[in-house]
C-alpha cells in the first residue's frame, strides 16, 4: 500500500513567464529538502543551467536534467521512473518539477495519477498544479488586440496558454509591477472566465513563499478539470438554455453541435470578424473541401486558429473500419448515415452576448448542400 509522504508540485507556465526564477526564489528560502526536476526541450537544459547558478543551496538539491522531449509525452516514463527514484530518497521533503514551457499539464497529471495508481509502494503524491501567468502578456494579448501581422504567430501562443492555466489548482501571477492596479484587475477577471476555483497569488519577479505553495488542499483531477470554463460548459450546458450556464461571474456559456460541414472561407471571414463579447472557445470542427480531417479550432481574446489533426474514423479505408465496428461496435452509436462520426462541436464562453445571433452567424458559415467528394 502506498504511503503519501512526497508532495509533488508541477510548474507550468509558457516561455518567459517566469518558472525558473520562480525555482530559483523556492531554492533560496531553505525551508525544507526539495528535489528539483527540470524539463527542457533543446538538447542543452538551459533552465537546469541557470538554476544551477542559484548559489550554494544547491548543493543540498537533488536535480534531475529532462531533456529532448516532454514530460507530457515522449519523456512520460523517464519522467515517471525519475520520480520514483527520488520519492525513495527520505530525506527528500518535496519534489518540484519545472515543466517545459509547451507542455500540457493536463497531460502530465493523468500519466501521474494513472502511476499512482498502478504502484502499490510509491511515497510520492500529486500536490498541485501550478501555472505560472505573464499578466503583462495576457493583458496585451489575451485581452487587448493584437496587431494584424502578430495574429497569426502569437495565435497558437495564446491558446497555448489558455491551456495551461485551464487545468491549475494555483494560478502565480508574475509581472504584476508591469500593470495599473485597474489593469491587474482585469487581468484577473479575464481569468476568472477561463479557471474559476484555482487560487490566485500575485507576484513580482517570482517572489512566492514555499509553504503557500504546499501548505493547502491535495490536487483534484476531476474537481480542476471540472471547474474549467470549456469542461464546465460541455457538462452543464442545456443547448437550448443559455441561462442554464449562466455563472456567479456573469459568464455564459453553450455548445454548437451541427452535422453539416462550415464553408471554409466563410469560417475563416467569421474568425476575422469574430465577436468580441466571446472570450473562449474550444472545439473540433469539418470544412465542406475536406471531409477527411478533424480541425481543432481554439479562440482566446482576440486570437483565434485552426489545426488540422487526424482523420474521421468514417475515412478510413473500408477493412480498417469494418475491423474497428467489429472490434468497437460504440462507435456506431452516434454514427449518421450521411456525415458518419464528422460533426461540429464548439464550445462558446462569453459575457454580454446572444447565443441566437452568435448562433445565426455560425449557421451562415454552414454548408448544407455539400457533396462528398468521389473516391
Same mark, same amino acid.
Given at each position: @500500500?502506498? =504511503?503519501?509522504?512526497? !508532495? ?12 525558473? =526564477?520562480?525555482?530559483?526564489? &523556492? ?13 527542457? @526541450? ?7 543551467? &541557470?538554476l544551477d547558478k542559484t548559489g ?6 537533488? +536535480? ?15 519522467? @515517471? ?29 493523468? #500519466? ?6 498502478? =504502484? ?28 494584424? *501581422? *502578430? $495574429?497569426?504567430?502569437?495565435? $497558437?501562443?495564446?491558446?497555448?496558454? +489558455? ?5 491549475? %489548482? ?29 487560487? @490566485? &497569488?500575485?507576484?513580482?519577479?517570482? %517572489?512566492?513563499?514555499?509553504?503557500? &505553495? ?5 490536487? $483534484? ?7 474549467? #470554463? ?30 453539416? !460541414? ?12 469574430? !465577436? ?23 479562440? #482566446?481574446?482576440?486570437?483565434? =486558429? ?8 468514417? #475515412? ?41 445571433e452568435i448562433v445565426k452567424l455560425?449557421?451562415?458559415?454552414? *454548408?448544407?448542400?455539400?457533396?462528398? !467528394?468521389?473516391?
Open positions: @500500500m502506498s =504511503t503519501r509522504e512526497v !508532495p509533488i508540485v508541477i510548474i507550468t507556465g509558457y516561455l518567459g513567464s517566469g518558472k525558473t =526564477t520562480l525555482m530559483q526564489n &523556492i531554492l533560496k528560502q531553505e525551508k525544507r529538502k526539495i528535489a528539483l526536476i527540470v524539463n527542457d @526541450m533543446g538538447s542543452i537544459n538551459i533552465d537546469a543551467s &541557470i550554494n543551496r544547491l548543493a543540498s538539491v537533488k +536535480m534531475v536534467e529532462m531533456q529532448n522531449g516532454c514530460i507530457c509525452c515522449t519523456l512520460r516514463d523517464e519522467f @515517471m521512473a525519475e520520480i520514483d527514484k527520488l520519492s525513495e530518497d527520505r530525506s527528500v521533503e518535496a519534489i518540484f518539477v519545472e515543466a517545459s514551457g509547451i507542455s500540457e499539464p493536463s497531460s502530465i497529471a493523468g #500519466a501521474f495519477l494513472n502511476y499512482e495508481a498502478m =504502484t502499490e509502494s510509491t511515497r510520492a503524491y500529486l500536490k498541485c498544479i501550478v501555472s505560472v501567468v505573464d499578466v503583462d502578456r495576457i493583458y496585451r494579448e489575451f485581452l487587448h488586440s493584437l496587431t494584424e *501581422e *502578430e $495574429d497569426k504567430e502569437e495565435g $497558437d501562443v495564446i491558446n497555448l496558454i +489558455m491551456d495551461q492555466i485551464e487545468f491549475c %489548482n494555483l494560478m502565480i501571477l508574475n509581472k504584476t509591477d508591469l500593470l495599473t492596479k485597474e489593469q491587474l484587475s482585469e487581468v484577473k477577471e479575464g481569468l476568472r472566465y477561463l479557471q474559476q476555483k484555482a487560487d @490566485m &497569488i500575485e507576484c513580482v519577479n517570482g %517572489n512566492v513563499d514555499l509553504d503557500v &505553495i504546499l501548505d493547502r488542499e491535495d490536487f $483534484d483531477f476531476d474537481e480542476v478539470e471540472a471547474y474549467s #470554463a470549456v469542461q464546465m460548459a460541455l457538462n452543464n450546458c442545456e443547448h437550448d438554455d443559455v441561462k442554464a450556464c449562466v455563472d456567479e461571474y456573469g459568464i455564459s456559456s453553450f455548445v454548437f453541435e451541427e452535422r453539416m !460541414p462550415f464553408n471554409r472561407e466563410a469560417f475563416n471571414k467569421l474568425i476575422e470578424n469574430y !465577436p468580441e463579447a466571446l472570450i473562449r472557445s474550444k472545439g473540433y470542427i469539418w470544412f465542406s473541401d475536406d471531409w477527411k480531417h478533424i480541425q481543432l479550432f481554439e479562440q #482566446a481574446g482576440r486570437n483565434a =486558429t485552426i489545426t488540422e489533426l487526424t482523420e474521421w474514423v468514417c #475515412a478510413w479505408p473500408k477493412d480498417e473500419l469494418d475491423k474497428m465496428v467489429e472490434d468497437f461496435p460504440e462507435v456506431k452509436e452516434d454514427w449518421d448515415d450521411t456525415y458518419g462520426d464528422r460533426c461540429n462541436q464548439v464550445v462558446f464562453i462569453g459575457k454580454g452576448y446572444e447565443k441566437s455560425l449557421y451562415d458559415c454552414v *454548408e448544407d448542400d455539400a457533396k462528398a !467528394p468521389a473516391n
